[in-house]
């Protein structure tokens, strides 16, 4: 359960903070924080990470129910660690938080612009550390066995 809390969890903000995008801000709108460097910037992201894949809702879509799929039927296997644990949740949420936003509105919300990389979302913070956590436990727990 505490997989599934962490997920709803990511969800929530991720939804929360695209909502409050979406209400104050234009399509394209960039807003400054740190000017050069850290801006929020309003954008419909139709693909994956770096918008590769363009228009392929469909296999994001799958891909996202084949991550719960495959969490169901391996969750009794998987170490019960609060690593393990949080990684599983972070990154099911962060699915299920863009997940919602290709099948309601046909593109991910992104947000987060640091200039140097593509703007991105709490979604996507959740997937990259939930992956990298559970990366560094199999680095660090799996490679003895």
């Known amino acids: 359960m505490y997989v599934l809390g962490i997920a709803l969890a990511v969800a929530f903000v991720d939804q929360l903070t695209k909502f409050v995008v979406q209400q104050e801000m234009a399509l394209h709108e960039s807003i400054p924080v740190i000017p050069g460097f850290f801006h929020i910037t309003y954008i419909l992201n139709k693909g994956a990470a770096f918008g590769i894949l363009e228009h392929q809702q469909w296999l994001f879509l799958i891909i996202a129910l084949m991550l719960f799929l495959?969490?169901?039927?391996?969750?009794?296997?998987?170490?019960?660690?609060?690593?393990?644990?949080?990684a599983a949740g972070l990154l099911?949420?962060?699915?299920?938080?863009?997940?919602?936003?290709?099948?309601?509105?046909?593109?991910?919300?992104?947000?987060?612009d640091f200039r140097i990389?593509?703007?991105?979302?709490?979604?996507?913070?959740?997937?990259?550390?939930?992956?990298?956590?559970?990366?560094w436990y199999s680095w660090t727990h799996l490679s003895d066995k």
Request: one cysteine or more.
């Open 117 to 135: 990389w593509p703007v991105f979302n709490v979604a996507d913070i959740g997937i990259v550390v939930g992956v990298a956590l559970l990366l």
């Open 70 to 86: 495959l969490y169901g039927i391996f969750r009794k296997k998987m170490p019960n660690t609060p690593v393990v644990c949080g």
């Open 92 to 112: 099911l949420g962060g699915a299920l938080g863009n997940a919602i936003d290709r099948t309601f509105a046909g593109a991910v919300t992104d947000f987060f």
